[in-house]
C-alpha cells in the first residue's frame, strides 16, 4: 500500500505463526473454531499494527488461508501479510542444547503462492539427506506433507517399540529430522528468475546465540548471522530486546535485530510468544519495498519500545506540525491559466519533506504558500509569490485567483489566504523559512550588513531557555535587559573617573616646569615690590609744636580725628570680614545645593529601582520597603541652604551703600566726616595727620604683600604653591592615580561582567555542540569571549597633535608606533589593560624616538588646541574603545573572514541543528551555496539531527540530497506550460517504485548514484 505521506511509523510482527502451523497452540476445539479465534485476534490488534509476517515451517498453507480470508473482507484493518516459510539449519544440528535452530525467509507480497511452491519449495525435491543419527534410512523426496509423513514414518520403523511412546506423530517426527543447508536455499533464491529481489532472511537470534564459540565454529557462526538481512527475536520487553542487541554488537555481528512475537499462542495467553506481543515499530511504506529499504537505514527506520520519540513529539506537540496543504481557486476567479485549479489537497510527513522537480517546475512554490500561510516573517525574500513572478499584476492577477489554507496535527485548520494576501509582521511565526533569495542575500559577500549575524543571533537566543530569556523578544533585547544595569555602573564609574582626571589635569599642570618658573617669578616679583615698598615708606613727621591754647584746640581736633579713623578703620575691618564671609557662604550655598541634588539623585534612582522592578516585586511577593528602606532628610540639607541665603542677604544689605543701616554706608559717612574734621586742623596738623594716615597705609601694604598662604598673590601663597609642588604635588598626583586605576579596575569588571552575560547566553549552544562532537568534527563551530579595541589608533590621533614633539610624533611614525603598542597588547585581565595603559602613559611623557634619549614631555604640550588633558583622559581611562565582543568563529575564521559558501553551511548548521525553534522548519534549496562535499558532510548529517525533532520540509533540484537524507516523504512536483500552467504532484516515500521511478528520471540516468549508496533505493538491487 502507498501512502501519499510517505515513510510513516507502523508496527510490524513478522514472525507470526497461523492455526496451519505444524507447531502452534491455537485454542479451539475444531480446526474452524480454532481459525475464527485466531482472526478475531488478529483483528482485535492494537490500530498501530498494520504489517504481518505470516510464518510457517516449510510451508505456506496458512499464508494462502489468511489471504483468502483478507480477500473476503476479514482483516480490514491489516494492510499487509507477508509469507515467511521457516527453516531448519543443518550446520546448526547437534547443538547440545538446541535442535530447532531455525532460518527464515520472508517473500514479497507480491509474489503468489503458486510460484512461491513451484519455483522454491518445490525446487527443494532430492537435494537434502537426513541428519546424522538417520543415516541408515535412505529418504530422497519433494518436501511435502504427506513425503514427510512418510519420512517419520520411517523413523518411527526403527525404533525399538518401547520407546515410540515419547515419539509425535509421523509427520511431526519427518519435521523434526529435516536440516537443511543454508547455503543451498540462499542459492535457490538468489539464482532462480521469479524470485530475485523478492526475498529477505533472517534468522533468529536466540537459537544463533546458542552456538558455542569455539575456535573451529566461530567464523561459521560468524558467517550465518552476517549474511542474513535481520535477525529476529521475541522479547519480554523493550529493555530485554536493548540487552540483545548491545550483545549483538559487543559480538561485532549483525545487529539489524527485529523484536516478533513469535506468536505461537492466542493474546489472551501470558506466554510472550502470543498474537500482539511486539515491540517494532518501522517507518516505510507498509511494502516489501519499503521492508528493504529498513535493512539500509535500519537506525533510522526502527524503533523497538512502546512508542517512537518522534510520534510522542507530535502527539505532545501537535500544533506545530502542518497536516496538509490546500490550494483552491477562488468561485469567482476569470483567471484563464490552470495553475493550482483542481489541486488535491497535498498531505504532509511529519518528519522530511523534499519537494523535488526540474528548474522552473514551481518548487518554490509550494514552499512559498506555506510560508505566507505560517506567515514566515521573510516575506520579502519569497522567490515564487513575488512581484515580478507570480504576483505580478499583468496580464492579469494570479495571487487573487487562488487562496490556500494549512491544516495542523491538532486537526486545527487555518481560514483560506488569498495568494496576493501579505504577512503580518506583527503576528508570530507559525513556521521557519528560509527562501532561496534569503540565503543568498544573507550569505552574499557584502554580508548584507549585519543580516547574517542578526539571523545567529535569533537562533543562539531561541536555543535559550524561556526562563533564562526573561521575557524578552530578542537576543539584542535580552543583552541590552541584562546590561542595563551594568551600564548604570558603568556610568557612575565613568564619572568617578571624570572627577579624577579632572583633579589628575589640574595637578599635571603644576608639574609643569613652566609653572614653577611661573610661581617662582610671581613671587619674586611680589619679593621685589616689598623691598620697593619699604623703601618709599613715609618719611616721619613729627608732632607740630603751638601756644598752649592752640595746641590744646588741635590736639582735641586730632584726637577726635584719630577716634573717626579708628572707627572707620573698625569698620572697614568689619566690611573686609563680611566681604569674606560672604565669598565663604557663597562657596558654602553651592555645596549645599550640590550635596541637594545629590540626595535627590539617590531617592530618584530608589524610585527608578522600585519602578524599574516593579514586576519583580509582585512575582516574587516581595514589599519594595521589605527590601530596601530608606530615610533621606532633605529638611536638614534645605534648612542649611536657607540659612547660607538668609546670611548671604544679610550680609548683602551690609554691604549696600544706599542703606543707611549698612556697615557701607557708615563707612562713607565716616569718610566724609574725617574730611569735615580734617578741615578743622592747621596746615602742620593736617601735614602730620596726613603722614600718619600714610603710615597706616603703608604697614597695611606692607602685611598685604607678605599676606598668608591662602591669600592669593602674595608672598606666602606663592611660597606655599612652591613647597607643594616641591614636596607634596608627587605624593598627591600619586594618590590620585592609585585611586583613579582603583575605579578602572571596577569599569574593567563590567565589561568582563558583559563577556560573562554572553558567555551564558551562548552556553546552552556551546553544550549542544560539544555534545554533537561526532556530527561536528568537520565544523569546528566556536565562541570566543574578548575584549577587541575598535579603531583605537584613529580616535587617539583625534587628540594628539602630531606635528608638536612627542613619541607619536610625525604622521607615518607616529601611526606605527601606536600600532605597535596595540600589537602587543592583550585585554584578557585586568593586569595586561594596565600595561597597555601605563606604556601609553609612558611614551606621552617621554620621548622614545631615536636620539631623544627619552626626554622628559607633557601631555598638555602634545594635545590638539581644541582638547583638554581631561577629555583626553577621559577617552583613554573610559575604556569605550575597548569592546565586549562574544566572536562566532567557524574552523578558526571570524564570520567577516568566511566565504559566502561557509557562511550558508554555518546558517544551516545553526537552523537545522542548533536552533531549538520547534516549528516546521521550511529550506529552499540548503545546497545553493554549498560544494558538493559540504551538501554530504553538512546538509545529510544535520538534515537528519533536524528532523528528530521539528518537522522539516527542503527544495531541492537534486533529488540524491533527499535520497541520502533518507527523506521520509518525497513530493515531485510538475507545471505542464503548455496546459495553461497546470501544477500537478506526485508523493510518496523514496521505496514507492514510482517515486523510485521519477527521481532516476530528475537525475538524468545517475541510476550508479544509488548503487554507490548500498543500492539503498533501486529496484534491482541484490541482497547479500
Not at 610624533?809 to 597588547?825: A, C, M, N, T, V
Request: with cysteine.
Amino acid at each position: 500500500m502507498n501512502y501519499k505521506q510517505g515513510s510513516d511509523w507502523r508496527k510490524w510482527d513478522l514472525h507470526v505463526h497461523t492455526p496451519d502451523s505444524l507447531e502452534n497452540h491455537f485454542t479451539g476445539a475444531t480446526p474452524e473454531e480454532k481459525w475464527e479465534n485466531y482472526l478475531t485476534d488478529l483483528e482485535n490488534l492494537p490500530e498501530e499494527i498494520k504489517v504481518l509476517g505470516i510464518n510457517d515451517y516449510l510451508f505456506i498453507d496458512g499464508y494462502i488461508k489468511l489471504v483468502e480470508y483478507k480477500s473476503q473482507g476479514r482483516l480490514p484493518n491489516i494492510d499487509t501479510l507477508f509469507p515467511v516459510i521457516e527453516f531448519r539449519i543443518k550446520k546448526f544440528a547437534g547443538h547440545r542444547e538446541f535442535k530447532r535452530i531455525n532460518f527464515h525467509v520472508i517473500f514479497s507480497d507480491k509474489l503468489k503462492p503458486e510460484i512461491i511452491q513451484t519455483q522454491f519449495l518445490n525446487s527443494l525435491q532430492g537435494k537434502y539427506k537426513l541428519s546424522p543419527g538417520n543415516e541408515g534410512i535412505k529418504w530422497n523426496a519433494a518436501i511435502t506433507k504427506d513425503s514427510l509423513t512418510d519420512l517419520g514414518n520411517k523413523i518411527k520403523a526403527s525404533v525399538p517399540p518401547d520407546q515410540l511412546q515419547h515419539y509425535s506423530s509421523d509427520l511431526i517426527e519427518g519435521f523434526n529430522n529435516l536440516n537443511l543447508e543454508e547455503e543451498d536455499i540462499i542459492n535457490l533464491l538468489r539464482n532462480n528468475t521469479y524470485l530475485q529481489n523478492c526475498f529477505l532472511t533472517a534468522v533468529g537470534k536466540t537459537e544463533w546465540e546458542s552456538l558455542a564459540w569455539g575456535d573451529s565454529s566461530i567464523a561459521e557462526k560468524k558467517d550465518i548471522i552476517n549474511k542474513v538481512d535481520l535477525v529476529f527475536i521475541s522479547t519480554e520487553s523493550p529493555a530485554a530486546y536493548e540487552n540483545a542487541k548491545k550483545r549483538l554488537k559487543e559480538q561485532a555481528v549483525n545487529y539489524n535485530l527485529l523484536d516478533c512475537s513469535d506468536a505461537h499462542y492466542n493474546s489472551s495467553s501470558k506466554l510472550k510468544d502470543r498474537i500482539g506481543k511486539c515491540y517494532t515499530w518501522i517507518k516505510a511504506d507498509t511494502t516489501f519495498e519499503g521492508l528493504r529499504q529498513v535493512i539500509f537505514e535500519f537506525s533510522d527506520r526502527v524503533f523497538v519500545g512502546d512508542r517512537p520519540p518522534s510520534m510522542e513529539k507530535v502527539d505532545k506537540y501537535p500544533t506545530k506540525y502542518i497536516k496538509s496543504l490546500s490550494v483552491l481557486k477562488t468561485e469567482d476567479s476569470q483567471m484563464p491559466e490552470n495553475w493550482f485549479e483542481g489541486m488535491p489537497e497535498i498531505e504532509l510527513n511529519s518528519n522530511l519533506v523534499a519537494i523535488i522537480g526540474n528548474k522552473g517546475n514551481g518548487k518554490s512554490a509550494i514552499a512559498d504558500i506555506i510560508g505566507l500561510i505560517g506567515n514566515s516573517h521573510n516575506y520579502d525574500d519569497f522567490s515564487f509569490l513575488n512581484n515580478k513572478k507570480f504576483l505580478k499584476r499583468k496580464p492579469y492577477n494570479r495571487g487573487a485567483a487562488f487562496e490556500a489554507a494549512v491544516e495542523w496535527r491538532s486537526g486545527y485548520k487555518t481560514n483560506y489566504a488569498s495568494l496576493s494576501s501579505e504577512v503580518d509582521l506583527s503576528v508570530t511565526e507559525k513556521v521557519k523559512y528560509l527562501p532561496q533569495n534569503f540565503l543568498e542575500k544573507i550569505c552574499s559577500d557584502d554580508l548584507e550588513s549585519e543580516n547574517f549575524e542578526i539571523e545567529l543571533k535569533n537562533v543562539v537566543f531561541s536555543h535559550m531557555d524561556d526562563s533564562q530569556k526573561l521575557g524578552q523578544n530578542s537576543f539584542d533585547d535580552y543583552v541590552d535587559y541584562k546590561t542595563s544595569e551594568i551600564n548604570l555602573k558603568v556610568s557612575s564609574l565613568k564619572s568617578k573617573i571624570h572627577e579624577f582626571n579632572s583633579e589628575i589635569s589640574a595637578l599635571e599642570e603644576k608639574e609643569h616646569p613652566s609653572y614653577l618658573v611661573n610661581l617662582e617669578d610671581k613671587r619674586k616679583v611680589k619679593e621685589e615690590e616689598l623691598s620697593a615698598h619699604k623703601e618709599n615708606k613715609p618719611k616721619e613727621i613729627k608732632q607740630p609744636d603751638a601756644d598752649a591754647e592752640l595746641k590744646l584746640k588741635q590736639e582735641a581736633i586730632s584726637k577726635s580725628l584719630d577716634e573717626l579713623i579708628k572707627e572707620r578703620n573698625l569698620l572697614e575691618d568689619e566690611i573686609e570680614k563680611v566681604s569674606l564671609q560672604n565669598n565663604k557662604l557663597n562657596v558654602s550655598l553651592v555645596d549645599l545645593e550640590n550635596f541637594h541634588q545629590g540626595a535627590e539623585e539617590i531617592e530618584r534612582q530608589i524610585l527608578g529601582f522600585k519602578e524599574r522592578f516593579n514586576t519583580t516585586f509582585e512575582t516574587y511577593e516581595i514589599k519594595p520597603d521589605d527590601l530596601l528602606k530608606y530615610e533621606l532628610n532633605l529638611k536638614l540639607i534645605e534648612t542649611k541652604i536657607e540659612k547660607a541665603k538668609s546670611d548671604i542677604a544679610s550680609n548683602n544689605q551690609k554691604l549696600d551703600v544706599s542703606d543707611e543701616k549698612s556697615l557701607k554706608f557708615r563707612e562713607y559717612a565716616l569718610s566724609q566726616k574725617i574730611k569735615e574734621v580734617k578741615n578743622q586742623l592747621s596746615e602742620p596738623f593736617r601735614i602730620y595727620q596726613k603722614y600718619i594716615e600714610e603710615l597706616a597705609q603703608w604697614n597695611k601694604r606692607e602685611k598685604e604683600i607678605i599676606g598668608d598662604k591662602t591669600k592669593e598673590d602674595t608672598i606666602a601663597y606663592y611660597t606655599e604653591k612652591i613647597r607643594f609642588v616641591n614636596e607634596v604635588l608627587k605624593t598627591e598626583l600619586d594618590s590620585k592615580y592609585e585611586q583613579r586605576l582603583s575605579i578602572l579596575r571596577q569599569l574593567y569588571s563590567t565589561k568582563i561582567e558583559i563577556i560573562n552575560l554572553y558567555k551564558e547566553a551562548y552556553n546552552p549552544v556551546t553544550e549542544l555542540i560539544h555534545s554533537n562532537n561526532e556530527v561536528m568534527e568537520d565544523y569546528k563551530i566556536e565562541f570566543d569571549a574578548s575584549l577587541k579595541l575598535t579603531s583605537f589608533e584613529n580616535k587617539f590621533f583625534n587628540f594628539i597633535n602630531q606635528g608638536n614633539k612627542g613619541s607619536f610624533s610625525g604622521k607615518e611614525e607616529g601611526y606605527h608606533r601606536i600600532l605597535s603598542i596595540l600589537e602587543d597588547s592583550t585585554f584578557n585581565n585586568f593586569e595586561e589593560l594596565n600595561l597597555f595603559m601605563t606604556e601609553i602613559i609612558e611614551k606621552l611623557n617621554y620621548d622614545c624616538r631615536d636620539g631623544r634619549g627619552n626626554e622628559r614631555r607633557y601631555l598638555s604640550e602634545q594635545l590638539r588646541k581644541d582638547i583638554t588633558q581631561t577629555e583626553f583622559y577621559d577617552y583613554l581611562f573610559g575604556l569605550e574603545y575597548l569592546e565586549t565582543t562574544y566572536q562566532l568563529k567557524l574552523g578558526g575564521k571570524d564570520l567577516t573572514e568566511l566565504s559566502p559558501g561557509e557562511r550558508g553551511a554555518l546558517l544551516l548548521i545553526f537552523y537545522l541543528l542548533l536552533d531549538k525553534g520547534d516549528i516546521p522548519l521550511i529550506i529552499d534549496q540548503p545546497e545553493e551555496n554549498l560544494d558538493n562535499e559540504s551538501v554530504y558532510n553538512i546538509l545529510v548529517k544535520f538534515i537528519k539531527k533536524a528532523k528528530e525533532r521539528r518537522q522539516v520540509i527542503i527544495i531541492t533540484h537534486n533529488p540524491n540530497l533527499a535520497v541520502v537524507c533518507d527523506a521520509e516523504q518525497l513530493i515531485r512536483v510538475h507545471i505542464d506550460k503548455e496546459n495553461k500552467n497546470k501544477f500537478t504532484y506526485i508523493s510518496g516515500a523514496i521505496e514507492n517504485k514510482i517515486i523510485n521511478d521519477e527521481i532516476v528520471k530528475i537525475l538524468e540516468g545517475t541510476q550508479p548514484a544509488f548503487t554507490n549508496r548500498k543500492l539503498k533505493y533501486a529496484n534491482v538491487t541484490e541482497n547479500f
